[in-house]
């Protein structure tokens, strides 16, 4: 890790709330977070801790209520919807638990629609997306929709897709959550290469087994970090 350079995700006193019937629920309040480049961290939490709501607020897909928040050293609430649609699609790769594939195109133009809204020309896209298909193995699986993949292999897809656009930070939420035992180890493998291959990576999971598979473990509780520490 290059630690002259600003944190990929730097977040100061991150609060967000929610209206509940008459009551305000807090699922922030006041997070401090830095993530650097190259760095694989899992994030941790029972159900209601603000786990998701933090993984949303680092996706761009949620505003806070206070705190601040920048991604690659550029404030995120100083952005402008395009200049966030933008970030969302060229800078954060995203790794559902669902795969979130269109049924009816193959796993090559799956992988291929960032670099559509990202204006990239066809020869250029069509060689990023066979590239990265080959690099999460599935270099002969490139005309197969995703009816004809088994689970493993749709969440390989999702894992090329959202890497296709180089971005500055792979998010996955929990993606191994809809598979079996081994076809989650096969993943877990593959973002084990990844990290070996310089990316950044930062999951959600409630799973301690895929957590202790990062080399840092953040525990989240009431909306609150409650440790923050490396994975030995």
Do not use: W
């Amino acid at each position: 890790m290059n630690t002259a350079e600003p944190p990929v995700i730097a977040i100061r006193g991150l609060r967000r709330s929610y209206p509940m019937g008459d009551a305000v629920i807090a699922a922030l309040n006041g997070v401090d977070l830095e993530v650097r480049r190259g760095e694989y961290a899992a994030i941790m939490g029972p159900s209601g801790s603000g786990k998701s709501t933090l993984m949303n607020l680092i996706g761009c897909l949620d505003t806070p209520d206070g705190g601040e928040y920048r991604l690659n050293g550029r404030l995120v609430s100083a952005m402008k919807d395009g200049e966030l649609a933008t970030v969302r699609n060229r800078e954060i790769g995203f790794v559902f638990q669902t795969f979130n594939l269109l049924q009816s195109a193959n796993a090559l133009h799956n992988v291929e629609m960032p670099l559509i809204y990202a204006g990239v020309k066809r020869r250029e896209r069509l060689e990023r997306a066979r590239t990265a298909l080959r690099d999460v193995g599935l270099g002969d699986r490139m005309h197969h929709r995703p009816s004809e993949l088994s689970g493993g292999q749709r969440q390989r897809v999702a894992i090329a897709r959202a890497l296709v656009n180089r971005p500055s930070l792979l998010l996955a939420d929990e993606p191994t959550g809809n598979l079996d035992t081994t076809t989650a180890g096969e993943i877990l493998s593959t973002f084990d290469a990844l990290h070996a291959a310089g990316n950044t990576l930062l999951l959600v999971t409630h799973d301690e087994e895929v957590a202790h598979r990062a080399r840092r473990i953040i525990r989240i509780r009431d909306g609150k970090i409650e440790s923050d520490r490396a994975n030995p």
